[in-house]
């Protein structure tokens, strides 16, 4: 995709839907993807942690999930089409997994809203395959590290918020050619 950069990070020129097209051509060829869908706060907080900047600008994708960015980028004269929000490409690759039967792995938020979230994804998407999950206050980060290489995951949905979430993609992302996505929240939207 073309990219617009607005406040030091370079957001894609897509829809939703040409977004997630791409993303299905990944998965079905195995790619190794790194997506951030940079809400206002994560943009904020790559001005203020250079470390964290540096972090995001190594992601594959970076989507504007914030009407600011929206209107920043048409106030620079290079307009981006549309919002492109981390919780609905979720449930649209939930739905992709569904109907190809890829494999998931779920990681972070609290035990409980976790095991709501298995709950509701064994209902409504029951042709995806959990390959695994653990939830987001673990004490050994290596161990969950070894847990999803040996899962062998088409899609790692992580939820710790950010910043922890984009560090830990980016530290463990050659651990299995998937679709890694930072979801903050959205487990707990999911759940409920
Ligand atoms: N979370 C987690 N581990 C942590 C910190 C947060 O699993 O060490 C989870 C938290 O339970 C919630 C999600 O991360 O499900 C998003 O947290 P928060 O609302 O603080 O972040 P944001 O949505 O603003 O990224």
Known sequence: FETVNVLGLDFIKATQTEFLEQLK??????????????????????????????????????????????????????????????????????????????????????????????????TNYPNLVISGSCDGYFKDEAKVAEQIKQAEPDFVFVALGFPKQEFFIAKYQDLASAIWMGVGGSFDVLSG
């Open 25 to 122: 051509r990944d998965s079905q060829t195995k790619a190794n993807r790194f997506i951030v869908t940079a809400n206002p706060e994560i943009v904020l907080a790559s001005k203020a942690d250079l470390a964290y900047a540096k972090t995001i600008r190594s992601a594959d994708y970076v989507t504007a999930d914030g009407i600011g960015i929206i209107k920043g980028a048409k106030i620079l004269g290079d307009p981006l089409p549309e919002r492109v929000t981390g919780y609905d490409t979720l449930v649209a690759l939930l739905s992709f997994a569904n109907k190809h039967q890829k494999r998931v792995f779920f990681l972070g938020a609290r035990p409980a809203v976790l095991q709501q979230v298995l709950t509701k994804v064994a």
